[in-house]
């Protein structure tokens, strides 16, 4: 029997103000049992190496854990590149605003987060494409725990209906909730989920109380966002032959829908059927800091 896990996690998910262009973020790998086990291994060994106990995170980003940082970074393209672990990144972005379905009852932001959290795991990683095994397939789903049980349940029971919806009823889909401070495998997707945020929201542009330059802070940030991104263009370019990359545009497929399966690396700017252009968000309308201004709906 073939056997796959997925571990994602979610991140930039708060509206707390000011509210950022690029939010609600998902990452996450996917691979064979073996390949994961073989990734955790490797991930441990750097840990274990600089004698690190705390947990690896983007908001823990510092001076003093660039090096490990780097490695874990290092080490992760590496298994992407060489050991068929797959990393797939969903996000959203305010300049396509919502609009309500008027005949839908009203939902909450974190309904809608969970609703998004299962558009992420149904399609981003493309599943139904898994070549078929005569003993059958299973996918583990390991994802970062929730205090919310109601939402918990219901993410659950739609995973787990999901190879019925792939037309494969070869698979069968399991899932269980971890905590992400006992797993460096979702740690290293918050690191990675991070630096989109980070990057895209141009954070390196702000400036407090008429600061002139960059903090200390702002500064290792940046360089370690960037560092990421040239990772992830990297994985682009060697496994696709891509010259050109975006952050912050959905992948194409190159007219092969195997591809959601078969690429090591896709990026999916999720766009909701039902919306709106607010041109207040993109970045021609943002201040020199790549703050909000005002909004400007397109007519």
């Not at 994602?8 to 509210?19: G, M, V």
């Not at 908001?59 to 060489?82: A, G, M, Q, W």
């Not at 005949?103 to 309904?111: C, V």
Request: glycine share 6%; aromatic share 14%.
């Amino acid at each position: 029997m073939a056997k796959y896990q997925i571990f994602a996690d979610e991140a930039w998910t708060h509206s707390t103000p000011p509210p950022n262009r690029y939010h609600c973020f998902f990452g996450g790998i996917l691979g064979s049992e073996s390949d994961v086990d073989r990734l955790q291994t490797e991930l441990t060994k750097i840990k274990m190496r600089h004698g690190i106990t705390q947990e690896v995170k983007w908001s823990n980003v510092s001076p003093e854990n660039v090096t490990y940082y780097r490695e874990l970074i290092d080490c992760f393209k590496y298994h992407i590149l060489n050991h068929d672990i797959k990393y797939r990144q969903m996000f959203r972005d305010r300049a396509y605003h919502p609009v309500p379905d008027p005949a839908q009852p009203p939902q909450t932001e974190l309904d809608i987060q969970f609703l998004i959290y299962y558009q992420y795991l149904k399609h981003s990683f493309g599943c139904q494409h898994l070549p078929a095994d005569p003993a059958g397939t299973t996918i583990l789903v390991r994802l970062d725990g929730h205090s919310s049980e109601r939402h918990k349940t219901s993410l659950t029971e739609f995973l787990e209906r999901l190879p019925e919806i792939w037309g494969r009823r070869d698979i069968t889909v399991n899932v269980t909730y971890e905590n992400s401070k006992n797993s460096i495998r979702l740690q290293v997707c918050d690191l990675f989920m991070g630096a989109a945020g980070y990057y895209g929201n141009k954070f390196h542009l702000r400036r407090q109380n008429n600061r002139r330059g960059m903090s200390n802070k702002q500064k290792i940030k940046y360089e370690m966002s960037s560092y990421i991104y040239n990772a992830i263009r990297e994985i682009d370019r060697v496994s696709r032959g891509s010259k050109a990359f975006n952050w912050f545009e959905s992948t194409g497929v190159s007219g092969d829908r195997k591809n959601y399966f078969d690429h090591c690396l896709r990026i999916w700017k999720f766009i909701p059927d039902r919306h709106v252009i607010n041109k207040g968000w993109q970045n021609d309308n943002l201040d020199k800091q790549g703050r909000f201004v005002r909004d400007n709906f397109e007519v």
